[in-house]
């Protein structure tokens, strides 16, 4: 938060370091004050000096001071809250460009005008504004990417929105800011924002079907994923549709193009997706995906089908 690419974001950074500040210096004042005061008494006793019987009883132009000067700053901090809430949180019309919605533990993304669904990655053009409708399809989850926006709750039920435009391209990091279970710590999010034409040949490329297997090998990973029924969770787009009606697990047609797996907690290659798929509760206890008991063959091929889905 201390590096924000947007203007939103940017506009929070500034409030935080001026209310840092302003109370920094606010907190040095009444330490002297007080560091002072006692120092002079310690003096005055050690002198033979009584402590004096009582304060003076009335001072008004004290008290003037006293009451108007903090109400004046907590007035400016107020008013300079409001706006930067106006500067953050820009409003939005029509329709989102991107729904995000947080499952127990990770993040759906989809893209409705191009008609597909990623996982635990949000695509962004840089210089253009970009609109998000979060959603939660459990529990309450909280997003936020401290470099490109405020915080901002997804709520079963309802839709939230939340609109920024990035400066500067880049890979960003963003976490699940509301204890959501056992695995709230390992739903992480990486937002990638990159020039607008590249943008659009990443949209382009994520459109398109699954690869079909090419080789022995990865036919075999096919069979073991349509014999095991991965397809009850997930969808692997033009080769094998989800057979429930909401997405359980990640769409898994592009899955070899994402960074990491897991929501961020391995990285995301054949070896790792080896040991998930043999056993997933050993690597994030508690998410929704079982131990299927596969043979290490059985295993192997799938891992070489599904790290072969650019
Ligand atoms: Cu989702 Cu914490």
């Known amino acids: 938060m201390f590096d924000p690419v947007t203007p939103q974001a940017?506009?929070?950074?500034?409030?935080?370091?001026?209310?840092?500040?302003?109370?920094?210096?606010?907190?040095?004042?009444?330490?002297?004050?007080?560091?002072?005061?006692?120092?002079?008494?310690?003096?005055e006793r050690a002198g033979g000096e009584q402590a004096p019987d009582g304060v003076e009883s009335e001072n008004?132009?004290?008290?003037?001071?006293?009451?108007?000067?903090?109400?004046?700053?907590?007035?400016?901090?107020?008013?300079?809250?409001?706006?930067?809430?106006?500067?953050?949180?820009?409003?939005?019309?029509?329709?989102?460009?991107?729904?995000?919605?947080?499952?127990?533990?990770?993040?759906?993304?989809?893209?409705?005008k191009e008609g597909f669904a990623t996982a635990n990655e949000l695509h962004i053009p840089v210089g253009?504004?970009?609109?998000?409708?979060?959603?939660?399809?459990?529990v309450?989850?909280?997003?936020?990417?401290?470099?490109?926006?405020?915080?901002?709750?997804?709520?079963?039920?309802?839709?939230?929105?939340?609109?920024?435009?990035?400066?500067?391209?880049?890979?960003?990091?963003g976490v699940c800011a509301e204890y959501c279970g056992t695995q709230h710590a390992w739903m992480r999010l990486e937002v990638f924002a990159r020039p607008p034409d590249e943008h659009a040949?990443?949209?382009?490329?994520q459109a398109q079907p699954a690869q079909a297997p090419q080789n022995d090998s990865t036919r075999a990973g096919l069979d073991v994923y349509s014999k095991e029924t991965c397809n009850s969770c997930h969808t692997l787009r033009g080769v094998s549709a989800r057979t429930s009606p909401i997405d359980i697990g990640p769409d898994l047609t592009h899955l070899?193009?994402?960074?990491?797996?897991?929501?961020g907690i391995l990285q995301n290659d054949q070896g790792s997706l080896f040991k998930w798929?043999?056993?997933?509760?050993?690597?994030?206890e508690g998410?929704?995906?079982?131990?299927?008991?596969?043979?290490?063959?059985?295993?192997?091929s799938l891992a070489a089908y599904l790290s072969g889905l650019q």
């Open 10 to 43: 940017d506009a929070i950074s500034h409030l935080f370091v001026s209310v840092l500040i302003i109370c920094a210096v606010i907190f040095l004042l009444v330490v002297s004050i007080v560091t002072y005061a006692i120092v002079r008494a310690l003096r």
């Open 60 to 112: 008004r132009w004290l008290e003037i001071t006293w009451t108007a000067v903090p109400l004046a700053i907590v007035t400016g901090i107020f008013v300079f809250s409001i706006v930067t809430a106006g500067h953050s949180d820009p409003g939005h019309d029509g329709p989102p460009d991107i729904i995000v919605r947080g499952h127990q533990w990770w993040w759906e993304v989809v893209y409705p």
């Open 128 to 138: 253009q504004q970009v609109h998000l409708q979060l959603e939660s399809a459990d």
């Open 140 to 173: 309450i989850h909280d997003f936020w990417v401290p470099e490109l926006a405020r915080k901002i709750d997804m709520i079963p039920g309802k839709e939230n929105h939340l609109v920024f435009e990035v400066d500067r391209p880049g890979r960003y990091q």
């Open 201 to 205: 040949a990443w949209l382009a490329t």
């Open 256 to 263: 070899a193009s994402r960074r990491l797996l897991g929501a």
């Open 277 to 284: 798929l043999k056993d997933p509760q050993r690597i994030k």
């Open 287 to 300: 998410c929704l995906m079982p131990n299927f008991q596969f043979s290490d063959e059985d295993a192997t």
